[in-house]
């Protein structure tokens, strides 16, 4: 049933990818609000497969590396849904979903929703640690997004090659504003997720609290750098594709190897 859910949100995303694929395919791509829906559509699907699947397990679904993965997507979704109409509207869209469908995708094919054996009783604590630095991963999932159209079109406008997309890019201003905020919400996130982890109670597992930290670390160090302007925007849109990359490669090792006991 849960998994249905999942299958149906990810056929959503697709619709969006292959709707903005023969778009570009023509040369006429005009962002509107097919896409928005679909995506809206597919996030609705998502709440409800980790509604089902929170209930079944009872607590926070994010237990194995298909749970986790799941988490990713949906909190990336959110915090496209709450950016502002002028980029829900614009490539974001575009770009947003075929992340996300390839995140659900590879989760969906791969044989990683391997059940825990024995049921934990939920840790509020914990369920807010692990829950809140997911959600920062969504914003930090945004940037990376915003930081991918801002080298595309300043590279556009270098090259003055201005394909049909260019013009509903939104400014490079914007974009980069729209950046550094993005940064900053992932980081005060990410932030307070990490700092609840030591209410939880319970002794906190060295190797995920490190590469936690140098998680968090890295992004201080690119809004360090860019608040003391030593950092380029274009500069800084490069590291948010770079940290992104990073930051989902040491959440997938620290997952895969994590200890038997859940989180």
Known sequence: MDRSLLIAATACFLVAVVRTLLALRAGVFRPG?????????????????????????????????FEVFTFLAWSIVLIYMLVGPAYRLSLMGAFTAPL???????????????????????????????????????????????GLMYLIQERQ???????????????????FT???????????????GLVSGF???????????TCAGIV????????????????????VAALCIVAFSAAVTILWGITFVSESRPL
Not at 157 to 175: G, I, M
Not at 199 to 209: I, R
């Open 33 to 65: 609000r097919f896409n928005f829906v679909a995506i809206a559509c597919g996030f609705l699907l998502q709440t409800a497969f980790l509604w089902v699947r929170g209930n079944a397990i009872g607590r926070c679904p994010i237990t194995n590396l």
């Open 199 to 209: 209410f939880t109670g319970q002794p906190l597992p060295v190797l995920k609290m």
């Open 100 to 146: 996300v469908f390839g995140i659900q995708a590879l989760s969906l094919a791969a044989p990683i929703d391997v059940p825990h054996t024995t049921r934990v009783e939920a840790n509020p604590w914990l369920e807010f640690h692990a829950s809140m630095s997911m959600i920062a991963y969504g914003a930090f999932a945004l940037a990376c997004i915003a």
């Open 178 to 192: 729209a950046i550094t905020r993005l940064l900053w919400l992932g980081f005060l996130l990410f932030t307070a």
């Open 216 to 235: 968090w670390l890295l992004y201080g160090a690119i809004l360090h750098g860019r608040h003391l302007r030593k950092l380029a925007p274009k500069r």
């Open 157 to 175: 406008l270098k090259t003055r090659q201005l394909h049909s997309v260019f013009h509903h890019l939104p400014p490079l201003h914007d974009l």
